[in-house]
Structures are given as structure tokens and as C-alpha cells.
């Protein structure tokens, strides 16, 4: 009987040793537990607009911004608005004697070669009509040649507001671009009667280029500015 009773009491013991032992472990879960779940709960907060959007922007190609005050090429803001103009008036100057039908096959030959130099390799010139909301994409040289060959006795096209360039900025490309603004107004005449006319608000995309000469065996750093695409705002009949 004493044998067992003391077999009892070391079993009793094994058994309190083992509880404790396990209490602790299940505490100690609990304790863990507890630490994830906070920790989960701080990094599972909702997603807000303004985190999206901080995100965003930081991914975003931030180098199309207004360029500095010095460009590319030792040129400044002004030399290249002033630059621009000049380029949209030898334009203008084209477009005269295309429209012009005493001007003659050879003028008129060099005014579309003349004009299409003016432009970027594949620049594009949108055409409208107070007839269509339709817009018409065509390439410089395809605008000229329609433009000259229109059948009408008299073209007239005079600009106005053509007075500032905007938006000088550095694209994604590296390259420095900017925008003239002016309008248009298109009026054609037959047998004497004025039987078509529009005004057209027109936008100019600008490039500066800038590139080397070689002089004398030395390398000369020389810039130009090119027009590119056309883009048409609106086109309304004159009041």
C-alpha cells in the first residue's frame, strides 16, 4: 500500500509538472498570438486615394516639364520664340503663292518644297469644314499639293493673333518642344462670289533642334526650330 501510495504521489507530481508546463505553452501562444495580430491589424489598413496617388507619381515620366531659362545650345527662351514665328511666317509667305493662281507651276514648285522643309519627317496637318465635324489627317506635302490644286478662281487666307509661342518644355524624348497658337480664316471665290469660308483656331507644335556643323575641320554647335504637327481647335463660319 505505501509503494503505491507513493507511486501515486510521483504519478500526481508528473502530472502537475506537466500541466504547469503546458499552461505556460498555451500563454505563451496567446501572448503571440495576440503580438501577429496587431501586427497584421497595422499593416492591413484601408488603401486611400491620396496613397495611390503619391504612388503614382512617383512612377510617373516627370522629365515633360517646362524647360529651364537656358536651352540647349546656348539658346534662350526668347531667341527661340522669336526663332518659331519667323518659321510660321515663311509658311504663311507659301501658302500665299499656292493660293496665288498667276504664281505660276515653278513658284509654286519650290513654295511646296520650300514649306515642306519647314516641318519634322512625318508631320502631320489637320483640315476642317464648317460643313463636318470631321477632322482630315494629311502629311505637309499631300496638304500642299491639295491646297494647290483646289478649283477655285480665288483663295484668300489670311492669319491673325499669331503673337507668342507657350508651353516650352522638355519631352520624354529629350527634345524641346512649344506651342504657337493663331487663326486662320479661309474664304474661296468663284465667278466672282464668295462661296466658301471658315475661321480655324490652329495650333502649331514647335521643335527646337539643335545639331553640329563642321567648319574648318571644327565642330560648330548650330540650332534651328522645325514646325510639327498642326492641330485644329475649332472651326466656325465668320460673322
Same mark, same amino acid.
Given at each position: 500500500?505505501?509503494?503505491?501510495?507513493?507511486?501515486?504521489?510521483?504519478?500526481?507530481?508528473?502530472?502537475m509538472? !506537466?500541466?504547469?508546463?503546458?499552461?505556460?505553452?498555451?500563454?505563451?501562444?496567446?501572448s503571440?498570438?495576440?503580438? %501577429?495580430?496587431?501586427?497584421? #491589424?497595422?499593416?492591413?489598413?484601408p488603401?486611400?486615394?491620396?496613397?495611390?496617388?503619391? @504612388?503614382?507619381?512617383?512612377?510617373?515620366?516627370?522629365?515633360? &516639364?517646362?524647360? !529651364?531659362?537656358?536651352?540647349?545650345?546656348?539658346? !534662350?527662351?526668347?531667341?527661340?520664340?522669336?526663332?518659331?514665328?519667323?518659321?510660321?511666317?515663311?509658311?504663311?509667305?507659301c501658302?500665299?503663292?499656292l493660293? @496665288?493662281? &498667276?504664281?505660276?507651276n515653278?513658284?509654286?514648285? =519650290?513654295?511646296?518644297d520650300?514649306?515642306t %522643309?519647314?516641318? /519634322?519627317?512625318?508631320?502631320?496637318?489637320?483640315?476642317?469644314?464648317? #460643313? !463636318?465635324?470631321?477632322?482630315?489627317?494629311?502629311?505637309? +506635302?499631300?496638304?500642299?499639293?491639295?491646297?494647290? =490644286?483646289? +478649283?477655285?478662281?480665288r483663295?484668300?487666307?489670311?492669319?491673325? #493673333?499669331?503673337?507668342?509661342?507657350? =508651353?516650352?518644355?522638355?519631352?520624354?524624348?529629350? &527634345?524641346?518642344?512649344?506651342?504657337?497658337?493663331?487663326?486662320?480664316t479661309?474664304?474661296a471665290?468663284s465667278?466672282g462670289?464668295?462661296?466658301?469660308?471658315?475661321?480655324?483656331?490652329?495650333?502649331?507644335? /514647335?521643335?527646337?533642334?539643335?545639331?553640329? +556643323? =563642321?567648319?574648318?575641320?571644327?565642330?560648330?554647335?548650330?540650332? @534651328?526650330?522645325?514646325l510639327?504637327?498642326?492641330?485644329?481647335l475649332?472651326?466656325?463660319?465668320?460673322?
Amino acid at each position: 500500500m505505501r509503494d503505491l501510495l507513493t507511486r501515486q504521489t510521483n504519478k500526481h507530481g508528473y502530472f502537475m509538472g !506537466s500541466a504547469r508546463s503546458l499552461g505556460l505553452m498555451i500563454l505563451l501562444f496567446i501572448s503571440l498570438l495576440l503580438n %501577429s495580430f496587431d501586427k497584421i #491589424h497595422a499593416y492591413s489598413r484601408p488603401v486611400h486615394a491620396s496613397d495611390v496617388v503619391t @504612388d503614382f507619381t512617383k512612377n510617373m515620366d516627370t522629365t515633360a &516639364k517646362p524647360a !529651364s531659362e537656358a536651352l540647349p545650345g546656348k539658346v !534662350s527662351k526668347d531667341e527661340f520664340k522669336k526663332k518659331a514665328l519667323t518659321k510660321i511666317k515663311e509658311f504663311q509667305g507659301c501658302l500665299y503663292i499656292l493660293c @496665288d493662281k &498667276k504664281s505660276g507651276n515653278v513658284a509654286q514648285d =519650290n513654295a511646296v518644297d520650300q514649306a515642306t %522643309s519647314l516641318f /519634322v519627317d512625318g508631320a502631320i496637318i489637320e483640315v476642317s469644314s464648317v #460643313h !463636318s465635324d470631321e477632322k482630315k489627317h494629311l502629311k505637309v +506635302r499631300d496638304f500642299l499639293e491639295k491646297l494647290r =490644286n483646289l +478649283r477655285y478662281e480665288r483663295i484668300v487666307i489670311t492669319f491673325s #493673333h499669331v503673337d507668342y509661342v507657350s =508651353n516650352i518644355r522638355k519631352g520624354a524624348d529629350g &527634345k524641346y518642344y512649344g506651342l504657337v497658337s493663331f487663326e486662320q480664316t479661309f474664304r474661296a471665290y468663284s465667278d466672282g462670289r464668295l462661296i466658301y469660308e471658315d475661321e480655324t483656331k490652329k495650333t502649331t507644335e /514647335v521643335q527646337l533642334i539643335v545639331y553640329e +556643323r =563642321n567648319l574648318r575641320g571644327n565642330a560648330i554647335q548650330q540650332w @534651328d526650330v522645325m514646325l510639327s504637327d498642326v492641330e485644329v481647335l475649332g472651326t466656325k463660319a465668320p460673322k
